[in-house]
Antibody
């Protein structure tokens, strides 16, 4: 059973860069699609983007210019950077693994990131 | 982007009764290459991440009770819980995975009447 665990600062200042890591256990990060999804408190789900284990990425056009997703297969980790954050980026950030197609098979527990000075 | 619209926003059903949640997409999510609808349903309980219930609009995920049924095609889909149990209290989301960006419905909150 694949398990995912997000880690990173819970508080980020406006205009700075949000940086999160996701550690994958119980399976290899290779030959799979990995994703970031966020959920503002009390609201719905927003897809941020994905990365394939070879480094291929795609992200939501609404965030594309600010999003960088990367992977370190040697550490079984993948990463999210979101630049120039504002209060609107305050959310629970989930890392996730796709199934055989782009449904989400496994989710991390999520980490709350608050953007505030 | 494909817009996913769920109805109702909230729903209260008595224990043992049927619950029905609808999901409409702004364009068809039927993928002719696989002859399948690219539609998933998730259940999110308070304080937890979402849990996959159904993929391909009607394929129940392993371990999901058979009281959960997905149906529909093209642009209109339904999640039915045949006999509501107390543990089914949650927010339910539909998601299309036919075209990027992946998009979710706004969620339907299901409560016990």
């Amino acid at each position: 059973q694949v398990q995912l665990q997000e880690s990173g600062p819970g508080l980020v200042k406006p205009s700075e860069t949000l940086s999160l890591s996701c550690t994958v256990s119980g399976g290899s990060i290779s030959s799979n699609y990995w994703s970031w999804i966020r959920q503002p408190p009390g609201k719905g789900l927003e897809w941020i983007g994905y990365i394939y284990s070879d480094g291929t990425t795609n992200s939501n056009p609404s965030l594309k210019s600010r999003v960088t997703i990367s992977v370190d297969t040697s550490k079984n980790q993948f990463f999210l950077k979101l630049s120039s954050v504002t209060a609107a980026d305050t959310a629970i950030y989930y890392c996730a693994k796709y199934g055989d197609n782009a449904w989400v098979q496994y989710w991390g527990q999520g980490t709350l990131v608050t953007v505030s000075s | 982007d494909i817009v996913m619209t769920q109805s109702p926003d909230s729903l209260a059903v008595s224990l043992g009764e049927r619950a029905t949640i609808n999901c409409k997409s702004s364009q068809s999510v039927f993928r002719s290459s696989t002859n399948n609808n690219c539609l998933a349903w998730y259940q999110q309980k308070t304080g937890q991440p979402p849990k996959l219930l159904i993929k391909w609009a009607s394929t129940r995920e392993s371990g999901v009770p058979d009281r959960f049924t997905g149906s529909g095609s093209g642009t209109e889909f339904t999640l039915t819980i045949s006999s509501l149990q107390a543990e089914d209290v949650a927010v339910y989301y539909c998601q299309q995975y036919d075209i990027s960006p992946l998009t979710f419905g706004q969620g339907t909150k299901l409560e016990i009447k």
